[in-house]
């Protein structure tokens, strides 16, 4: 079960409200300040907004870095949404180890500086689904 902050149910909160989409969880980066959220399936538009408006909107008011997610009841398009724009060839999962096929060229940013990326997409993917660890091949 995912547990939130006073803080994190405050943000969800505001993000409703400012929007209208539904949002499904919230994620503060203790470390940055930046704030992750994930929408309802099919909501990520009411949040991004026509030409990324909304979002920009959003944080200019709060001053803080946004990222936003859709999620998925399916973890192999879940895998996809949070690594989107890098084009996943394929995602296999087998005991509790999801593979993400890429091309070379998109393995470093799915990776990601000091394994960034991969380490966001590997916190939300085990919030929800039991997926102990993600590798990028």
């Known amino acids: ?3 939130l902050s006073a803080t994190e149910l405050e943000y969800i909160n505001f993000f409703e409200k400012k929007t209208k989409a539904v949002i499904k969880d919230c994620i503060l980066n203790r470390e940055n300040g930046d704030i992750t959220i994930i929408t309802k399936e099919g909501d990520i538009g009411l949040v991004i907004g026509k030409k990324g408006n909304v979002i920009k909107r959003l944080k200019k008011e709060l001053g803080k870095e946004i990222h936003v997610y859709e999620y998925s009841d399916d973890p ?3 895998i996809k949404n949070l690594l989107y724009p890098i084009n996943v060839e394929k995602v296999e999962i087998n005991d509790k180890i999801a593979t993400v096929h890429t091309s070379q060229e998109e393995r470093k940013r799915a990776i990601g500086r ?3 990326k991969i380490n966001m997409v590997k916190e939300i993917t085990r919030r929800y689904f039991d997926i102990e660890d993600i590798r990028v091949v």
Do not use: E, R, S
């Open 76 to 78: 192999v398009q879940l």
């Open 114 to 116: 000091n394994g960034k």
């Open 1 to 3: 079960m995912i547990k």
